[in-house]
């Protein structure tokens, strides 16, 4: 039983469940309120970019967490990856992998002053890869479950999640570490590129680089 998922909101369709989880924070939900929805019309990802996924196929949900701790986006992370399996990998910060391609994405977005964060996740649970428009075909992967799965695989996730959250962060790290996908791969970001040499104390990314050892906060990293 997980403290996680109650109060529970859900809508068959909606703009974007951080943006309304965001909402309910700020009007005092408590820890662990969730918004589900079957469908987003404008699901929010990194960057700024958009999160699409085919209708009822994927769980899409956001948690509010009052004081989270400060490793949160790696406690999602390996909380994810441990529901897809042994095989998962984490691309660091948190996007989880499973055969190179992309099964989940996790979106944090806080108000540390006010010592909460929404924790968004979208996991292609029940995804048919193969029907997913082009541009996303050759990168997004799913668990191959059935639509049935859904519901379950977010109790599960949930419990990982609390689990996680309260783990010491040498645990949580060495979690992490042992499913890091970058370390020893050349990598770039906007600013440069290296080679990815592992996770710091911090949870930061490590690179090698021509001009010395660099260590980056947050942000997206690229192979190649
Ligand atoms: C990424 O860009 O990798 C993060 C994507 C996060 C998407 C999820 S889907 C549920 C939640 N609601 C949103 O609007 N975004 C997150």
Redesign the pocket.
């Given at each position: 039983m997980t403290s996680l998922g109650v109060p529970r909101v859900h809508f068959r369709r909606v703009?974007?469940?951080?943006?309304r989880?965001r909402g309910l924070a700020e009007a005092g939900a408590p820890h662990g309120t969730v918004?589900t929805?079957d469908e987003?019309s404008?699901?929010?990802?990194?960057?700024g970019?958009t999160?699409s996924?085919p209708p009822g196929q994927?769980?899409?949900?956001?948690v509010v967490l009052r004081d989270p701790p400060r490793l949160l986006p790696l406690a999602a992370g390996i909380a994810v990856a441990e529901e897809a399996g042994t095989e998962a990998r984490i691309k660091w910060p948190?996007?989880v992998l499973l055969d190179v391609r992309?099964i989940?994405?996790?979106?944090v977005e806080g108000r540390p002053r006010e010592r909460w964060a929404v924790l968004?996740?979208?996991?292609n649970v029940a995804v048919k890869v193969d029907e997913l428009p082009p541009e996303l075909r050759d990168r997004a992967g799913s668990l191959e479950r059935g639509q049935a799965e859904i519901e379950p695989t977010l109790n599960r996730l949930l419990t990982r999640i609390e689990r996680w959250l309260v783990a010491p962060p040498r645990a949580l790290l060495e979690a992490v570490r042992a499913r890091d996908d970058l370390r020893g791969r050349a990598i770039r970001w906007q600013a440069g590129h290296g080679e990815a040499a592992g996770i710091d104390d911090d949870g930061r990314l490590v690179v090698l680089t021509k001009a010395g050892q660099v260590v980056l906060e947050a942000g997206e990293v690229h192979l190649g």
């Open positions: 703009d974007s469940t951080n943006a989880a918004v929805a987003q404008a699901g929010r990802g990194r960057q970019r999160w996924a994927a769980l899409l949900f956001s948190n996007d992309k989940a994405g996790i979106l968004g996740i979208g996991l």
